[in-house]
Every structure is written in structure tokens, then in C-alpha cells.
């Protein structure tokens, strides 16, 4: 079992910045790729960045592509998303998740949730 628990967001002003972390527990964090996931109100919940096992490949959304940044320390076990340039239509609950594999883009191969964290983006 892996335990993932979610802080930062709240609520941001357009062309603000935010920094959104995940703290794991549990089973061998390195073991896991990693992904950040959001979902708008009456939305599906969608891909927004992956990081590999050891660090240093990532991939993203389109629409958030040079704006956010996911990053992880593999010693402190934890995964971040950097929000730049943030727009409204980045408002949604912010998940991340652990998956087997090199990269976690979908749902389906995600084995372990946090409970989600709320980014607001005000115009």
C-alpha cells in the first residue's frame, strides 16, 4: 500500500503561481512512477503531468506544457507541481497518483490516490 497525501493550492489570482505537493507513505516511493491529475466541476478527471521513477523524464498536458513543472525527491518522498502563469481554466481538484510502468498518463494505470487538493484560479 502506498499513502498519498496532497497540500498547497487554495485559491490563486490569474498569472499567479502555486506549488502543490504530495507526501507518500508506505511502499518503496522510488518503486513508482508518479502523476498529477485534475478534475473541474462536471468534468472528467484528466492527465496533467508525469514524472518517471528516478526523476529526470517527464511528460505533460498540452495546455499546461512551459507553465507547470513536475519534480520529485526520491529522499524525502515526495512529488511537487509547480504552477506557473496559472488561468482560470486550471481551476479543478488537483490529485496525485502512483502507478507501475515508466510514466502514469491515464487513470486506468494508477494504483494508489491522494484524496485531492483544490486549486481555484480567479480572473
Known amino acids: 500500500q502506498v499513502q498519498l497525501v496532497e497540500s498547497g493550492g487554495g485559491l490563486v489570482q490569474a498569472g499567479g503561481s502555486t506549488r502543490l505537493s504530495c507526501a507518500a507513505s508506505?511502499?518503496?516511493?522510488?518503486?513508482?512512477?508518479m502523476g498529477w491529475f485534475r478534475q473541474a466541476p462536471g468534468k472528467e478527471r484528466e492527465f496533467v503531468a508525469t514524472i518517471s521513477r528516478s526523476g529526470p523524464s517527464t511528460l505533460y498536458r498540452g495546455s499546461v506544457k512551459g507553465r507547470f513543472t513536475i519534480s520529485r525527491d526520491n529522499a524525502k518522498n515526495t512529488v511537487y507541481l509547480q504552477m506557473n502563469s496559472l488561468k482560470p481554466e486550471d481551476t479543478a481538484v488537483y490529485y496525485c497518483?502512483?502507478?507501475?510502468?515508466?510514466?502514469?498518463?491515464?487513470?486506468?494505470?494508477?494504483?494508489?490516490w491522494g484524496q485531492g487538493t483544490q486549486v481555484t484560479v480567479s480572473s
Open positions: 497518483a502512483a502507478g507501475p510502468g515508466l510514466f502514469l498518463t491515464t487513470l486506468q494505470n494508477a494504483e494508489y
Open positions: 508506505g511502499r518503496t516511493f522510488s518503486n513508482y512512477a
